[in-house]
T-cell receptor, first 117, second 117 residues
Framework: GAVVSQHPSRVICKSGTSVKIECRSLDFQATTMFWYRQFPKQSLMLMAT?????????EQGVEKDKFLINHASLTLSTLTVTSAHPEDSSFYICSAQSPGTRIDTQYFGPGTRLTVL | AQSVAQPEDQVNVAEGNPLTVKCTYSVSGNPYLFWYVQYPNRGLQFLLKYITGDNLVKGSYGFEAEFNKSQTSFHLKKPSALVSDSALYFCAVRDGEGGGATNKLIFGTGTLLAVQP
C-alpha cells in the first residue's frame, strides 16, 4: 500500500527559531498534499493544500507567512514553522494524494510532534 | 457547508461485545463519508468509505459502517470488540459538491474507544 513518511517524528525547539517538517510519499507520486494540525484531544484541522509546482492554498485563519509550504517535487512537501512560539506546539500531520485517483486515496503520514519551549 | 458530528467523546465496551461509534452528517448533494482510526502519537489510518452503492460498507480490521440516508448517519460498527481496537476514531466527509468539490476532508471531533479486557 501507499506509504507516507514524515520527518522528524518529534522536535523540540526554542521560541523564535524555525522548524522544517518534511512529508514524503515513498512509493507513489503525489501532486497534492495536505497539512493538518491537531491539538490534544481535538480533531484535525486542515491548514493548507499543497500542490506540486504551485503555491499552497491556505485555510482561513492560517498565516501563510508563518507556515511556509513548499511542494517542489511529486514526492516531497515541506512545512516550515517560522519564528515558532509556544502556541505553535502541536501535532502536525500530512497526507498525500495520488494524481488522477479517487477522493478516498489520501494517505496519512505518522505525524510530527512539535514542542516550542 | 459539509460537516460531520460525533456525539460521543468516549465509548466504553467490554472485549467481545459489539461496538458502535456514532457519526451523523450534514451535506448538500451526495455524501462521501469516511472513517479513520488514530493510535496514540500516530497518523490516521483509513478504515472504510462510503461513496455509492451498498449501504453496508465493510472495511479493515473487521469494522463496518452503515450508511443511513434517512437518518443522515454513518455509524461505525464491529461485532466483537478487541482490546487492540482501543484508539481514537474519526468520521470525515469530503468538502464541497459537484464542480466545486475538493478533496479536502472535514473531520469530526473524534471518539475515543476504550475496550476493557
Amino acid at each position: 500500500g501507499a506509504v507516507v513518511s514524515q520527518h522528524p517524528s518529534r522536535v523540540i525547539c526554542k521560541s523564535g527559531t524555525s522548524v522544517k517538517i518534511e512529508c514524503r510519499s515513498l512509493d507513489f507520486q503525489a501532486t497534492t498534499m495536505f497539512w493538518y494540525r491537531q491539538f490534544p484531544k481535538q480533531s484535525l484541522m486542515l491548514m493548507a493544500t499543497s500542490n506540486e509546482g504551485s503555491k499552497a492554498t491556505y485555510e482561513q485563519g492560517v498565516e501563510k507567512d508563518k507556515f511556509l509550504i513548499n511542494h517542489a517535487s511529486l514526492t516531497l512537501s515541506t512545512l516550515t514553522v517560522t519564528s515558532a512560539h509556544p502556541e505553535d506546539s502541536s501535532f502536525y500531520i500530512c497526507s498525500a494524494q495520488s494524481p488522477g485517483t479517487r477522493i478516498d486515496t489520501q494517505y496519512f503520514g505518522p505525524g510530527t510532534r512539535l514542542t516550542v519551549l | 457547508a459539509q460537516s460531520v458530528a460525533q456525539p460521543e467523546d468516549q465509548v466504553n465496551v467490554a472485549e467481545g461485545n459489539p461496538l458502535t461509534v456514532k457519526c451523523t452528517y450534514s451535506v448538500s448533494g451526495n455524501p462521501y463519508l469516511f472513517w479513520y482510526v488514530q493510535y496514540p502519537n500516530r497518523g490516521l489510518q483509513f478504515l472504510l468509505k462510503y461513496i455509492t452503492g451498498d449501504n453496508l460498507v465493510k472495511g479493515s480490521y473487521g469494522f463496518e459502517a452503515e450508511f443511513n440516508k434517512s437518518q443522515t448517519s454513518f455509524h461505525l460498527k464491529k461485532p466483537s470488540a478487541l482490546v487492540s481496537d482501543s484508539a481514537l476514531y474519526f468520521c470525515a466527509v469530503r468538502d464541497g459538491e459537484g464542480g466545486g468539490a475538493t478533496n479536502k476532508l472535514i473531520f469530526g471531533t473524534g471518539t475515543l474507544l476504550a475496550v476493557q479486557p
